[in-house]
């Protein structure tokens, strides 16, 4: 499988009041195309950083980024970028926030409309397109930014903690459709959380990072076949697996 996104040494400080701020200290992460990649880590370790500098939204860091072979200041790919933050757009209603990916690529068709409505149904918005962001919970705005990012349309999509605010219920639900998503549309995922079993279940590489400034202390591939299945949760792999990780993280 060919390398999709290949971080090495990467390093970067911010400078906080005259002061610098260690944030990344030596990363180096592979991502293979339709990979699911995860990276765990204590809270404030970096995290987000990187995948602000994969987004481009950090440009002044040390090390080399290629995305499909090619370095990331030169390459003009897109990810689907969906940060900690939803950033859904406070003056445009839910439909307008999720629909605005297909403005700005001018694909706003029937098919693609009737899609959307799809989509929104599943992700259990319906009934609220017209609302507001500030009317709705911190989980539907949730939905609404990783559906605004699917819409993106990239192959390969950059998930901040995107789970991150839903019930347990409402979280299972996205992540069967994610994995149903990686299936039927080949995306490559790099993905955020700080759920250790979230990370197992759905990834086939785990990368732990350590406190500030982060540096990677453990890789785990993991072998559960696709698709998967919630059964899994209970193998002995599973915990053995759940064991290893936080045996890096503790
Ligand atoms: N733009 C910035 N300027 C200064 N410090 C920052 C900036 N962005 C992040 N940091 C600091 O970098 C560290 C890592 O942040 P972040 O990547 O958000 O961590 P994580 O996502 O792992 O919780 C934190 O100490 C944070 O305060
Ligand atoms: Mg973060």
């Not at 944030?23 to 995948?51: A, M, R, W, Y």
């Not at 440009?59 to 072979?69: A, Q, W």
């Not at 200041?73 to 926030?97: H, I």
């Not at 009934?127 to 993106?152: D, V």
Request: charged share 25%; aromatic share 8%.
């Amino acid at each position: 499988m060919s390398i999709k996104i290949k971080i090495e040494n990467l390093s970067k400080t911010f400078k906080v009041s005259k002061k610098t701020l260690e944030v990344l200290d030596n990363i180096n992460i592979e991502v293979h195309e339709n990979q699911f990649v995860s990276l765990i880590g204590p809270s404030g370790c970096g995290k987000s950083t990187v995948l602000r500098i994969l987004a481009g939204l950090e440009k002044d860091f040390s090390g080399n980024i290629t995305v499909n072979g090619e370095s990331i200041k030169a390459s003009s790919f897109q990810f689907g970028y969906m940060p900690q933050k939803d950033l859904l757009m406070p003056w445009r209603t839910v439909y307008e926030n999720i629909i605005l990916p297909l403005e700005i690529s001018g694909k706003k068709d029937r098919s693609k409309k009737i899609e959307v409505e799809n989509l929104i149904k599943e992700f259990g918005l319906q009934g609220f397109e017209n609302f507001y962001p500030s009317e709705i919970s911190g989980g539907m705005k949730q939905r609404a930014g990783i559906l605004r990012t699917f819409l993106m349309n990239s192959d390969t999509m950059l998930l901040d903690e995107p789970f991150g605010a839903l019930d347990a219920i409402t979280r299972i639900k996205m992540q069967e459709w994610l994995l149903k998503v990686l299936i039927e549309h080949k995306k490559t995922v790099l993905f955020i959380t700080h759920d250790i079993e979230e990370a197992i279940f759905l990834s086939d590489r785990v990368y732990v990072l350590s406190d500030r400034p982060a540096h990677v202390i453990k890789t785990l591939d993991i072998a559960f076949p696709r698709p998967r299945n919630r059964e899994m949760l209970s193998s002995r792999e599973f915990l053995e697996y759940k064991d290893i990780l936080l045996k890096g993280l503790l």
